[in-house]
Structures are given as structure tokens and as C-alpha cells.
């Protein structure tokens, strides 16, 4: 997972809580993911950008929002979290050739 | 959107046996990634693999993308080969967005 670097690690939210999560890369790649990994349900994409300033919604935006200020962070941010966004996040990163390469995950729990 | 099937959904091997997992989507991709999530949650990249044959040491990866399958071979298994294995798929579309399936846990005894 060398390039990759995602903060926190771990985290306990109460409901309603804020938080923000930092994914960033020194790889200078142009693209940006933030996934999703709930058990029996793969992963799943919320974000992505595809250069800095840009960002898109995935499959499951609701409750999530991102921004990509600088090339090489991508930040999630949670904005009242509930607790069907416990869950593990990964951030990931791709070139032009789309190979993708993954953060090792942040596990958050909103209790 | 397309969708991503992958066999067997477990798998339990003895050290040293062989097996073949597989990837089956619904529609052309021109982007399909294999990972391997070993027990710890860690994702690595296997093989970018949007069609022919490629190999890494034990590990083996086809894609016959105009049967929309590709399949991922593992030889003389090992215990650090248990985790969940992943195929990844994308249509082309701007994002490089790649759609997973539900993957095959693997669990290999010594």
C-alpha cells in the first residue's frame, strides 16, 4: 500500500457527529476513489475525482462529501454520521493505465 | 449498471492443492483487476488483466473478454494465499470506475 496513506486509522462517532477522512498519495496520480467495505457487500464506490478541483459521485454518495484541493489528498467528510456508515473505507488511486492501488483502510463505528 | 458474478463464493484448500476462481460480468469491459484482500484488510493489486493471459509466480489470470469471463488460477497454494480474492471490472467510462464483485473467500489449511 506504499503511496497511499488514509487518516485516521480508526475512529468511534456518536450519531450526529462530524468527521473528516485524509486520503493522500505521492504517486501524482490523477485519479482519486473513495470506496466503501460492509460485509457480504464487496466494495462499493461513494467518490471519485479525476484531477484536482474535480469531483463525481459514485454509487453510494448520500450522506458523504469530498473535496480534492491539493493533486494529492482526497478528503471524505462526514457531516452528521448515522450509524449505517459504520463501516471500513478505502481510499484509492489510479493512472492512466487504471491500475488501481488501495490505502490500508480506515475502520469507523457510529454508535 | 453491469454486474460482476465471481465462483465459488468459498473455497477450502489443503496446502499445495491447485484452484481456479472465476469472474463472470454482463456486459464489455476494457479494464478488469484481480486483488487479493489477505486477513489483515489489506488490497493488493493481482493482475490488470482486460484480456489475454498473464502470469506471476503461482498465480495465473485469463480474460476472454468476448465470453465476458476471465478466471484466476492459483498453484500449489499456500497458507498466505487465504484472503479474499476480488475481479473488478470497468465499461470505459471517464473515472476509470471500477465495479467489484462480491469476491471468493479462499481458506487454505496446513
Redesign the interface.
Known sequence: ?AGVTQTPKFRVLKTGQSMTLLCAQDMNHE?M?WYRQDP??????IH?S?GEGTT?K??VPDGYNVSRLKKQNFLLGLESAAPSQTS?Y?CAI?GN??????G??SRLTVL | ?IQVEQSPPDLILQEGANSTLRCNFSDSVN?L?W?HQNPW?????LF?IPSGTKQNGRLSATTVATERYSLLYISSSQTTDSGVY?C?V?QGY??????????TRLMVKP
Do not use: D, K, P, W
Open positions: 500500500n485519479y476513489y457480504g457487500m464487496g466494495l462499493r464506490l471519485y479525476v463525481a459514485g454509487e471500513v478505502f489510479s493505465t487504471g491500475e488501481l492501488f488501495f490500508e483502510g | 449498471g479494464n483487476q486483488f484488510g489489506q488490497l493488493i493489486n490488470y476480488f473488478a470497468e471517464a473515472g476509470n470506475m471500477l465495479t467489484f464483485g462480491g469476491g
